[in-house]
């Protein structure tokens, strides 16, 4: 069976800081891993994904996240941070089953 | 494509009450998965359709919940004698089948039993 593990339940950061959010996994089998965002009021929406090939992933306004296969970690990072960016932070991942697993989610806060 | 809906968005019912929700996904897809979510946690996978087929459900979901896809579009959500455990986030998503496929979510509707 797989799990997510978010460590972090809430991120405060100043704007035009960088950010990284945390999510570890852990999965006998081969994974795909997503992370989503959920801006108030509104429902989840895929930032990036990782299937395969390279391990730097590149998402929508700026995010990137890397998958490492040894620490089974994928991070999600933004290197200058947004007011529009506070929001609520999934990952989650898929192994060979079409369940999906999700964390329990990263709060970020970016403070003016 | 208007995106995935959810009707109703809000619902507070009596515990004991039955209710049932619907999940309109995007038109081309194929797929269709419910989810519960509560404070502080993400969203629990209950179930999934292909088609009209329901192909897993949770082992945590209970026999007071049901759902179909009778035709393969809409879908739907019951909870039977509702109890004050079962106010969450009910999500629905839909997808197109893939091996990474990206799931489209709706906006919830919110349970609150009283």
């Known amino acids: 069976a797989q799990s997510v593990t978010q460590l972090d339940s809430q991120v405060p950061v100043f704007e035009e800081a960088p950010v990284e959010l945390r999510c570890n996994y852990s999965s006998s089998v081969s994974v795909y891993l997503f992370w989503y965002v959920q801006y108030p009021n509104q429902g989840l929406q895929l930032l990036l994904k990782y299937l395969s090939g390279s391990t730097l992933v590149k998402g929508i306004n700026g995010f990137e996240a890397e998958f490492n296969k040894s620490q089974t970690s994928f991070h999600l990072r933004k290197p200058s941070v947004h007011i529009s960016d506070t929001a609520e932070y999934f990952c989650?991942?898929?192994?060979?089953?079409?369940?999906?697993?999700f964390g329990t989610g990263t709060s970020l806060t970016v403070i003016p | 494509d208007t995106g995935v809906s959810q009707d109703p968005r809000h619902k507070i019912t009596k515990r004991g009450q039955n209710v049932t929700f619907r999940c309109d996904p995007i038109?081309?897809?194929?797929?269709l998965y419910w989810y519960r979510q509560t404070l502080g946690q993400g969203p629990e996978f209950l179930t999934y359709?292909?088609?009209?087929?329901?192909?897993?459900k949770s082992r945590l979901l209970s026999d007071r919940f049901s759902a179909e896809r009778p035709k393969g579009s809409f879908s739907t959500l019951e909870i039977q004698r509702t109890e004050q455990g079962d106010s969450a986030m009910y999500l629905c998503?839909?997808?197109?089948?893939?091996?990474?496929?990206?799931?489209?979510f709706g906006p919830g509707t919110r349970l609150l039993v009283l």
């Open positions: 359709f292909q088609n009209e087929a329901q192909l897993e």
């Open positions: 989650a991942v898929k192994g060979t089953g079409n369940q999906f697993y």
């Open positions: 998503a839909s997808s197109q089948a893939s091996i990474g496929e990206t799931q489209y």
């Open positions: 038109s081309e897809h194929n797929r």
